[in-house]
């Protein structure tokens, strides 16, 4: 079954929780940049603060069960810090990818400039899915983290 995208509900708050437990310590680690519990935390914690203009956040829902989320939120500098997890059984099946065109396209619509984007230096598949976004981005590299901001036009 085709995954729908949609803007994340108050509703959907205890099954996205769920959908965070379901990673494996390694999408977990990928996505917090730590190991542990202490990021989903957070994310759950900021997940009540999206307003669907400078915050926002989408899902990807299967069967009524939340298998992926990213979300953005408008930094000072007026780029938009971006975020995306996909659960580990959904990786690999383009759904990271259809979420972040997604996002950018709502991004757009508020009229978001770029995206700053922060991925893990051994992330291969986000590498992956970065350069086949954003293939002319420059990237520089802080503490083993790849930094870009991809510009949003079109």
């Known amino acids: 079954m085709e995954p729908i995208v949609r803007m994340l509900r108050a509703t959907d708050l205890p099954d996205v929780a769920t959908m965070l437990d379901r990673l494996s310590e390694t999408s977990r680690y990928r996505r917090f940049f730590s190991p542990g519990f202490g990021g989903t935390r957070r994310e759950l914690a900021y997940l009540p603060t999206v307003d669907g203009h400078a915050r926002l956040a989408l ?5 009524e069960r939340i298998v992926g989320l990213a ?8 780029a938009a810090d971006v975020a995306v997890v996909v659960e580990d059984e959904w990786q690999h099946h383009g759904l990271g990818r259809r979420l972040m065109i997604e996002l950018a396209s709502a991004a757009r619509r508020e009229q978001i400039a770029s995206f700053a984007v922060s991925v893990l230096g051994d992330n291969a598949p986000a590498m992956r899915l970065l350069r086949r976004l954003a293939p002319d981005v420059g990237l520089g ?3 083993g983290v790849y930094e870009a901001t991809v510009p949003l036009a079109g």
Do not use: K
């Open 141 to 143: 590299i802080d503490h």
């Open 71 to 78: 979300r953005y939120h408008l930094a000072d500098n007026g």
């Open 59 to 63: 899902v990807a829902v299967v069967d």
